[in-house]
C-alpha cells in the first residue's frame, strides 16, 4: 500500500523567512494534494498536482511535483503568522477516490 | 463560499451506544467520504459513496460502520456500537468530479467514547 512520509514533522520559522516541506511516496503518484489543517479543524484544500514537473502557486504558496513522481515540495516564500498551522500532503493511485496522507507537518511562525 | 457542513461538532458517548454524524455536503457534489483521525495520528479514509451506493471502503470500515443518504442533502456516518478506539475526529467530504480537482472537507466532528 502507499505510504506517504512528510519531513520535516515539525518546523519552528521567524515571520518573513522562507521555508520548505517535503513529501515522499513510496510508490508513484497519480494525484498529490496538498491540504492545510488548523488545530481541531477541517482541512483546506491548497493545491492538486499530477503531472511530473508541474508547479503550481497560491498566493506566496508553490508546490512542485518532481519528474519522477514520487516527491513533492511545499515552498512558502516570506512566511505570515496566518500560514501558521499543520501541512498535510496527501495522494491517490490512479482510478482510486480514496486518498491517503502524510503524518503533516506542524507549521509555527514566530514574530 | 460553499461549505460542508458537519454537526454536532463534539459528540460525547458511552460505549456500546449508537451515534450518527451527520454532514451537509456542498449542493452540486456528487462524490462523498468519511475520514477519520485519531488524535496524533493520519487522516485515514474510511468510505467513499457516488451514486447512492459504496463506491470504495477501507478495513477499518467493518460492520460496525454504515453510509446513508437519506434524504438528498444529507450524508450520515452510523456506528452501531461504538468503542473506546473510534473516538477520532471524523471527517466529511464532497467533490464534484471525484478526484480531478480535489475535495471540500468539512470542519469535522469530534468523537469521544467513553
Known amino acids: 500500500s502507499q505510504e506517504l512520509e512528510q519531513s520535516p514533522q515539525s518546523l519552528i520559522v521567524q515571520e518573513g523567512k522562507n521555508l520548505t516541506i517535503n513529501c515522499t511516496s513510496s510508490?508513484?503518484?497519480?494525484?498529490l494534494y496538498w491540504y492545510k489543517q488548523k488545530y481541531g479543524e477541517g482541512l483546506i484544500f491548497l493545491m492538486m498536482?499530477?503531472?511530473?514537473?508541474e508547479e503550481k502557486s497560491h498566493e506566496k504558496i508553490t508546490a512542485k511535483l518532481d519528474e519522477k513522481k514520487q516527491q513533492s515540495s511545499l515552498h512558502i516564500t516570506a512566511s505570515q503568522p496566518s500560514h501558521a498551522g499543520i501541512y498535510l500532503c496527501?495522494?491517490?493511485?490512479?482510478?482510486?477516490?480514496?486518498?491517503?496522507f502524510g503524518q503533516g507537518t506542524r507549521l509555527t511562525i514566530n514574530p | 463560499e460553499p461549505e460542508v457542513t458537519q454537526t454536532p461538532s463534539h459528540q460525547v458517548t458511552q460505549m456500546g451506544q449508537e451515534v450518527i454524524l451527520r454532514c451537509v455536503p456542498i449542493s452540486n457534489h456528487l462524490y462523498f467520504y468519511w475520514y477519520r483521525q485519531i488524535l496524533g495520528q493520519k487522516v485515514e479514509f474510511l468510505v467513499s459513496f457516488y451514486n447512492n451506493e459504496i463506491s470504495e471502503k477501507s478495513e477499518i470500515f467493518d460492520d460496525q460502520f454504515s453510509v446513508e443518504r437519506p434524504d438528498g442533502s444529507n450524508f450520515t456516518l452510523k456506528i452501531r456500537s461504538t468503542k473506546l478506539e473510534d473516538s477520532a475526529m471524523y471527517f466529511c467530504?464532497?467533490?464534484?468530479?471525484?478526484?480531478?480537482?480535489?475535495?471540500?472537507f468539512g470542519s469535522g466532528t469530534r468523537l469521544t467514547v467513553v
Open positions: 467530504a464532497s467533490s464534484t468530479q471525484g478526484l480531478n480537482y480535489g475535495y471540500t
Open positions: 510508490k508513484t503518484l497519480y494525484g
Open positions: 498536482l499530477q503531472k511530473g514537473g
Open positions: 496527501g495522494a491517490n493511485t490512479q482510478g482510486a477516490q480514496k486518498l491517503v
